[in-house]
């Protein structure tokens, strides 16, 4: 059996509402943030949060947001992990 690939106006269709939802939860969770006392302006949390909305505004790099967003989160590969983090056994 094969599979057709949906075009950009079904995807749309198909997630708007589910993207509408979140939209809206995340402009909430910013108005709490706001009308909290004190800042967090310089809060690394934030700096990463800011170039996340930044990434899924940008019309460039189409189809690699998501890629790019996490990496935001990540951290660089590190070969050296496990001794890095103290896992192997000596």
Known sequence: MT??????????????????????EIAAIFDRIDRAEGSVDDDVRMTEIRESIAILSEQSHRGARAERIQMIYSREFDPNWQQNLELTKD
């Open 3 to 24: 599979v057709l690939p949906l075009d950009a106006e079904a995807v749309l269709t198909r997630e708007q509402l589910k993207v509408r939802a979140k939209l809206i």
